[in-house]
């Protein structure tokens, strides 16, 4: 029986996850879930994630009909296990949901639905298909930190010390930032091989960093001389990092739209059409407040050992779930 290998990467958002996938465009791989600028109309968008995210997207609601988007996204998958490649990759940020998806039963419910297509396409063609996954993490505190700062709505509600104060007492916010969960919830439904890649190791060791994905997938490749992509949230003065976030310049433009539109949504045919209008949306695009760097004046390092601390429980979990050392990557 033929065998093919698929990897699956549920991408945590600031974790390294746009990097790795930029890496993956050098490998001799299939590329399932390829990422674009608005994803909202694809087949796994539909099916993983409209539900997990409509709020954050400013979609439509839609009806789907879930069993035709489980056999287009069937169909989708096996026009690439029927190709002469062995090795796929579908990696998709927040495939099953944002951090608070990803630790409750709604991300889960994504894991059975996509075991369930996986077993009809190995039965219809034949094939036997392998499933590993990889998560791609990056430290408790870097993680936070860029999630204040890239997030703006953050900004304009507290500041970093009171989010990271937020985040230290609360156990809900604790629990958001253990990578042991969604680990435990993949072995719950596939009990595969997992490997994990820290955002750390990349900066660190590129070649060991490609070296490893490389061996777990069983591919043979040199992409060492393909630039991996990061964003930096920072600019380094006098040893120290000074980090910066992303602030919506005020526009009059923008508050006159925003003001017609808000006025117009109480028309029906407005209200129901204005998601889905093309000459609306290039018009929103237009005047929309652009977006600055603004450098900010708070130091959160103090912060850091604490949250060092906060995760180490987790962090020691996690390397013996994973035969990996993140004490030398600095997680605790």
């Given amino acids: 029986m033929n065998e093919k290998i698929l990897l699956i990467h549920p991408g945590y958002g600031k974790a390294g996850t746009t990097t790795f996938q930029h890496l993956l465009k050098s490998l001799n791989v299939n590329i399932l879930a390829k990422p674009t600028e608005n994803q909202t109309r694809t087949i796994w968008f539909k099916l993983f994630k409209a539900h997990l995210f409509e709020n954050k997207y400013e979609i439509k609601k839609e009806e789907y009909n879930h069993n035709k988007l489980k056999n287009d996204f069937k169909d989708y998958l096996k026009s690439f296990f029927n190709n002469q490649k062995r090795i796929s990759v579908f990696s998709d940020e927040g495939l099953f949901g944002g951090l608070l998806s990803i630790h409750n039963y709604l991300g889960l419910y994504n894991l059975y639905i996509f075991k369930e297509i996986i077993e009809e396409v190995e039965n219809e063609l034949n094939i036997k298909i392998i499933i590993k996954f990889v998560v791609t993490i990056r430290r408790q505190y870097d993680m936070i930190l860029s999630t204040y700062y890239y997030v703006g709505e953050y900004s304009e509600l507290e500041s970093p010390e009171d989010f990271f104060k937020r985040t230290i007492r609360s156990e809900d916010y604790k629990n958001l930032f253990d990578y042991t969960v969604l680990l435990k919830k993949i072995i719950k439904v596939f009990d595969p091989e997992i490997l994990v890649l820290p955002l750390e190791l990349l900066k660190k060791d590129q070649d060991k ?31 120290k990092k000074i980090y910066f976030f992303k602030r919506r310049a005020f526009s009059r433009i923008f508050y006159l739209a925003s003001v017609t539109h808000n006025w117009l949504k109480k028309i029906e045919i407005y209200k129901k059409n204005f998601k889905n209008n093309t000459l609306l949306k290039i018009i929103y695009r237009i005047v929309r407040p652009k977006e600055k ?38 997680y605790y």
């Fill in 209 to 239: 960093y490609i070296e490893k994905l490389c061996k777990f997938i069983d591919l043979e490749g040199n992409i060492v001389d393909n630039a991996p992509h990061f964003n930096k949230n920072y600019i380094t003065k006098d040893n």
């Fill in 293 to 330: 760097s603004v450098l900010s004046k708070y130091n959160t390092e103090l912060f850091e050992n604490e949250i060092k601390k906060l995760y180490k429980n987790n962090n020691l979990e996690l390397e013996k779930m994973t035969n990996i050392n993140l004490k030398e990557l600095g």
